[in-house]
């Protein structure tokens, strides 16, 4: 079972359209949780770290569930800039736990 | 502020050639990574920094090697290159366990 799981898509969603991604996670005790964003033969960059409380920036909002071991991202109001590949991240405490562990991504193309 | 750089950008290597990918940042991060990303498998963690001096083995470390003489530099050693080493390769750097990573722009490598 890979350590951080994702739906690969892709998700071809219209303008305007709300979308969510879900991610499950392995190791219960990872500790900190994001998103990553990354475009076509790009890095990924950092869209935004996932709390327990749940946090929103902008459009986007994060959710995470530790009881499940689940981590969600939504987006609403798509808009074309949007499309990319969504990476669902974790990392732990200890030895290399301490570093990053990505799920495959959620591929998501916003059409006009 | 450069961030991560990473260079070469591209290489093409003979099968048993050796060679070195530099990664730099200017953030006075602690935490330095290098991961490679290969289709289908998400990024994979090779080795991983603390801070100078300290260096460890990530997923697949096999056929690489690392070294961190100073906070900013944590260059990357292919010392035999093989066909199954293509792929693109991403350096990373982060304040600390719990922080995001900023990744360099990637080096694409590509094993004849």
């Known amino acids: 079972r890979k350590e951080v799981e994702q739906d690969p898509g892709p998700f071809n969603v219209p303008e305007g359209a709300t979308v969510a991604f879900n991610c499950t996670y392995s190791?219960?005790?990872?500790?900190?949780f994001f998103w990553y964003r990354q475009d076509c033969r790009k890095e990924p960059k950092l869209l935004m770290s996932?709390?327990?409380s749940g946090n929103e920036d902008g459009r986007f909002t994060a959710q995470l569930n530790r009881a499940s071991q689940y981590i969600s991202l939504l987006i609403r109001d798509s808009k074309l800039s949007d499309s990319a590949t969504y990476l669902c991240?974790?990392?732990?405490?200890?030895?290399?736990?301490?570093?990053?562990?990505f799920g495959s991504g959620t591929q998501l193309t916003v059409l006009p | 502020n450069a961030g991560v750089t990473q260079t070469p950008k591209f290489q093409v290597l003979k099968t048993g050639q050796s060679m070195t990918l530099q990664c730099a940042q200017d953030?006075?991060?602690?935490?330095m990574s290098w991961y490679r990303q290969d289709p289908g498998m998400g990024l994979r963690l090779i080795h991983y920094?603390?801070?100078?001096?300290?260096?460890d083995q990530g997923e697949v470390p096999n056929g690489y090697n690392v070294s961190r003489s100073t906070t900013e530099d944590f260059p990357l050693r292919l010392l035999s290159a093989a066909p199954s080493q293509t792929s693109v390769y991403f350096c990373?750097?982060?304040?600390?366990?719990?922080?995001?990573?900023?990744f360099g722009s990637g080096t694409r490598l590509t094993v004849v």
């Open positions: 996932v709390y327990s």
């Open positions: 953030m006075n991060h602690e935490y």
């Open positions: 990373a750097s982060s304040y600390g366990s719990g922080y995001g990573y900023t």
């Open positions: 920094s603390v801070g100078a001096g300290i260096t």
């Open positions: 991240v974790v990392s732990g405490t200890s030895g290399s736990a301490r570093q990053l562990t």
């Open positions: 190791n219960s005790a990872s500790q900190s």
